[in-house]
């Protein structure tokens, strides 16, 4: 294979078995599963129970290809889906196809193996897009395959459960291993007296799942999105046998057909507007909506199996998401020379989809560096995480920023590569057929225009981080931190989470007339229980006020001389410094701005009943030019409001579009 020189140079490196070479192969990009080809046929893959498992003949087992092989190679040698499946077919029939986890030594025993037995992969080109199954046979050797056609203008969903039911013998739509009928007579778990002549894949070769809905509920929320007439329950049995193959899209607008953005958004989906949603008004997302749910996992007061006795529903756009994709294969010269895929790392929900080119002899560099590991902020799966990361604290706010980014960027990137494409196809009209100078100016403007839009995303996301930690923090969101007046805006907490989590169990002092808001006292109890002061202490409240504006009036005119006075309107820049530097401390902030004869105004927020926010609002100081006004003002109103994917666990959506 190509990369076996790449191989060869790893420290810690395994090769397990060889298998003949073919005379040529196809251009394809790869991210550990094999993406696309300069052909347009893509894959898509998906991990799926099995009840059987196999492992590889490096762990002591007979079996010498994993699906990620199988796809790579499948790539590199087919010019179509249905040789992409028969190629992954044959290959997984002669050396032996292992399980994505064969060590029953593990937490979960056997069950886990199981569950990790199989793998389904969606496969498409321009004409057609199937569905591929394949699991290991009885003998740990060999494998066990079938492949079922998406019908014209509809949508499959593989959610790591196998989809394919009833097989129809020697029909156009079906393909098959010999073996997917005998197997299953030997172990006793097909019997064509019993079940007719149609074996069902799900039922013959899958194992029901402990929580079905992990996988069921992700192709009900794809097919409904894809067709709202339909009616499926959101509930289901083990095998979702309530559930079609596959569903017509219904978009008329679309002559019934999914758009790439249609499928970048299916990629972004939590089940907002339903039930299961996982985002804003879910307890468990808190006040702001987050709708990211972690691994299970134990914890210092629960293990494992105690954590395993309840769940939360399994979203389409997952935080530990490696890449996800949208394959856009197109028929003619613009396939033929600019086979495309818009690829995204991260959660899809919290990245961009950027176009990558097979054409392309290189992809950017901010795509390809970096580990997960280990932060660097020079890669583009890195700034995805921490945008996303950080985010998703203030979820329900900081995404309308996010979204805005991401939108404008989609926008930015399709109308840049279809200007190019079509700049390119009318140049090469001009251009003698075959002629490999014209072949070497595509792929070089190709190329740099992948790199070139690649690392722009990447920088933009790097600069979005710093813009969200300004806009959003400690529970305020910040606007117009550009402009004179800054405006400041409190998040606090929805009253309907409120409830859930008792804040209005903690009521206020019992004694005040709890009827009438204005006798009650926020920060101390006061003198007196009804809220209402004697006539000496208001006597002597006024006194302090007098006294007080009075020492401030006499202050104010001893400093007048001073070189910067707080409320003097110098006459020319002199009297302040070139560069009036920015200054923070916990009483006040000083913005900074280029010397003129600008006077300082002090906002203060007097409605503000939270004496532990004072020292954020209370003193924000900026410049303004002078007025003839008094020099420090007060102001309580300077608040304004803030104007298929490849997973650990991976849902594969394929269609085709006619």
Not at 275 to 304: E, H, K, Q, V
Not at 325 to 343: L, M
Not at 586 to 597: F, L, Y
Request: aromatic residues 12%; proline residues 5%; charged residues 20%.
């Amino acid at each position: 294979m190509p990369q076996v020189k790449d191989w060869e140079a790893l420290e810690n490196k395994t090769i397990i078995g060889y298998i003949p070479q073919v005379p040529h192969t196809y251009a394809l990009i790869e991210g550990m599963y094999g993406i696309m080809n300069e052909h347009n046929v893509a894959i898509g893959e998906s991990t799926c129970a099995a009840k059987l498992w196999a492992a590889p003949v490096s762990a002591g087992g007979k079996a010498l290809l994993e699906v990620s092989e199988m796809s790579q190679i499948a790539l590199e040698r087919a010019k179509t889906a249905r040789e992409a499946i028969q190629v992954m077919g044959d290959l997984a029939v002669k050396y032996g196809f292992y399980s994505a986890e064969w060590n029953v030594d593990n937490p979960y025993g056997e069950g886990l193996v199981k569950g990790e037995g199989g793998e389904a992969l969606t496969v498409i080109d321009p004409e057609e897009a199937w569905v591929f199954h394949v699991i290991p046979d009885d003998t740990g050797a060999s494998a066990i395959w079938v492949a079922q056609r998406v019908p014209d203008s509809h949508v499959a969903v593989v959610a790591n459960s196998f989809v394919i039911r009833n097989v129809i013998p020697d029909h156009p739509d079906f393909m098959y291993s010999a073996n997917l009928w005998t197997v299953a007579e030997k172990l006793g778990w097909y019997d064509s007296g019993r079940d007719g002549p149609y074996l069902n894949f799900v039922h013959t070769y899958a194992p029901k799942r402990y929580r079905s809905s992990y996988a069921n509920r992700r192709v009900w929320r794809v097919f409904t999105l894809a067709n709202q007439a339909l009616g499926l329950p959101a509930d289901t049995n083990a095998y979702a046998d309530d559930y079609p193959f596959s569903v017509q899209v219904a978009r008329p607008e679309h002559k019934n057909q999914f758009t790439v953005q249609d499928i970048i958004d299916i990629q972004r989906d939590h089940y907002e507007g339903t039930p299961y949603s996982t985002g804003y008004g879910s307890l468990a997302g808190g006040p702001y909506g987050d709708p990211n749910r972690f691994d299970i996992s134990s914890t210092d007061d629960m293990t494992i199996w105690e954590a395993l006795q309840g769940d939360f529903p399994r979203t389409i756009s997952l935080f530990r998401t490696s890449y996800s994709f949208v394959a856009e294969p197109r028929r003619g010269e613009v396939g033929s020379w600019f086979p495309r895929v818009w690829f995204s790392q991260y959660a899809p929900d919290q990245s961009t989809f950027v176009p990558l080119y097979v054409t392309a002899d290189k992809l950017p560099k901010s795509w390809v560096s970096g580990a997960m590991h280990k932060y660097n902020s020079d890669s583009a799966w890195w700034n995805f995480a921490a945008v996303g990361n950080y985010a998703s604290r203030f979820y329900v706010h900081a995404m309308v920023t996010v979204r805005a980014v991401q939108r404008r960027l989609e926008a930015e990137l399709a109308a840049q590569t279809d200007a190019l494409e079509s700049r390119l196809l009318n140049w090469l009209k001009s251009q003698p057929a075959g002629s490999s100078s014209s072949r070497g100016q595509v792929v070089q403007e190709v190329t740099q225009l992948t790199q070139t839009l690649g690392d722009y995303v990447s920088a933009t996301w790097r600069d979005l981080l710093p813009e969200l930690i300004t806009t959003y923090r400690d529970g305020y969101i910040i606007s117009g931190q550009d402009e004179v007046y800054v405006g400041i805006k409190k998040m606090f907490y929805p009253k309907w989470w409120l409830e859930k989590v008792g804040y209005f169990a903690h009521r206020g002092n019992a004694e005040a007339d709890q009827d009438d808001p204005n006798n009650w006292i926020y920060f101390s109890k006061g003198p007196n229980s009804q809220g209402t002061l004697p006539a000496a202490w208001i006597s002597l409240s006024l006194l302090t006020v007098l006294l007080a504006g009075g020492l401030g009036y006499f202050l104010g005119q001893h400093h007048a001389s001073s070189k910067y006075k707080l409320g003097a309107s110098p006459s020319s820049s002199s009297e302040l410094p070139a560069d009036f530097t920015a200054r923070r401390s916990s009483r006040s902030i000083i913005t900074q701005q280029s010397a003129s004869p600008y006077r300082l105004v002090s906002n203060r927020d007097d409605d503000d009943e939270e004496e532990g926010q004072r020292h954020q609002e209370r003193a924000v100081f900026t410049l303004k030019k002078p007025v003839s006004k008094p020099a420090v003002k007060s102001s309580t109103k300077n608040s304004r409001a803030a104007g298929g994917s490849k997973e650990t666990e991976m849902t594969s959506v394929s269609y085709q579009s006619f």
